[in-house]
């Protein structure tokens, strides 16, 4: 009997985004002194705790910032609030901003549309760090939706807008990492409403293209294997994605959590990996799966 094919999504694992600002930590610690980072750098407990080894600590929150009086604090991926980032420039100690350019470009959009009268819907996760981040550059009310049906439950009364007369103009964006399909429910029945949307669809090429492939690679396996850490929201929608064409799809952090049962008549095996999954996780998975058929 023939070995199962072993098919590796080539969109697995760090995103542009995520790669430059691990890229941008590690950099920094070879220049020596005390670095600190606004929060982890990304959602992988395996990166979080080598960088921890190597002297970087974590702050999360304005009273932290405040007690700093020396270092290096290197904002994350995600981003953070306009009240953040200003009091991390205010203190006076060195910033390096490792933003991904995409989440940056929202936090432009939505800073201008804002300040044009606009109220800002997100499409996200409300308690996602991005998401938070997002938030804080806004000058209008901001409401966070996740789901079809709280987009059916989305009211905008004047007296939350604080003016009179017609409902206010939508700003629709999206969490980068956001399943593009869902996103696309969400909006269309916002536009089916009475309000005047503008639609900017900010999730990032990258996550479209590996949330597809995986979809892809999953409607042909037997079994599939998605590499991310339980924190990493864009993992767990590639979970999500891939278990709706394979039933047996599974979610690990490390090799170590895989545990494979063959029938023997599977043919094909799919792996793929979020976008803040390092790429020897990734390859030690592989060459586990591969020496274990």
């Not at 916002?190 to 979809?215: F, G, M, P």
């Amino acid at each position: 009997m023939s070995k199962p094919e072993i098919i590796l999504a080539k969109s697995a694992g760090f995103c542009f985004g995520v790669e430059r600002a691990v890229n941008t930590v590690y950099e920094e610690v070879e220049k020596g002194g005390d670095i600190y980072t606004f929060g982890p750098i990304i959602h992988n407990t395996e990166v979080v705790t080598d960088l921890a080894a190597k002297g970087v600590r974590i702050v999360e929150s304005e009273e932290e910032i405040r007690a700093l009086e020396h270092g290096t604090v290197i904002i994350r991926s995600h981003g953070v609030s306009r009240r953040i980032d200003r009091l991390i420039r205010e203190k006076g100690i060195p910033c390096v901003d490792a933003t991904c350019p995409f989440v940056k470009r929202i936090h432009r959009i939505v800073e201008a549309e804002s300040a044009a009268g606009k109220k800002i819907v997100i499409v996200g996760n409300p308690v996602h760090p991005e998401v938070m981040g997002i938030m804080g550059w806004s000058s209008t009310p901001v409401t966070v939706i996740q789901t079809a049906e709280e987009a059916g439950e989305f009211e905008i009364r004047a007296r939350e807008s604080g003016i009179s007369g017609p409902e206010p103009d939508l700003c629709v964006v999206a969490q980068t990492t956001f399943n593009a399909n869902k996103f696309q429910d969400v909006v269309e029945i916002l536009k089916k409403r009475r309000y005047n949307v503008l639609c900017v669809n900010t999730i990032c090429n990258a996550t479209h293209e590996r949330q597809s492939e995986a979809k892809a690679i999953a409607a042909r396996a037997d079994i599939m294997i998605v590499i991310g850490d339980r924190s990493s929201s864009n993992s767990a929608k590639l979970f999500e994605i891939c278990r709706k064409e394979c039933p047996r799809t599974h979610f690990i952090q490390t090799w170590n959590d895989l545990n494979l049962t063959l029938t023997g008549a599977e043919k094909v095996i799919g792996i793929t990996a979020g976008a803040s999954t390092p790429k020897n996780i990734i390859e030690e998975v592989y060459y586990h799966v591969r020496a274990d058929l």
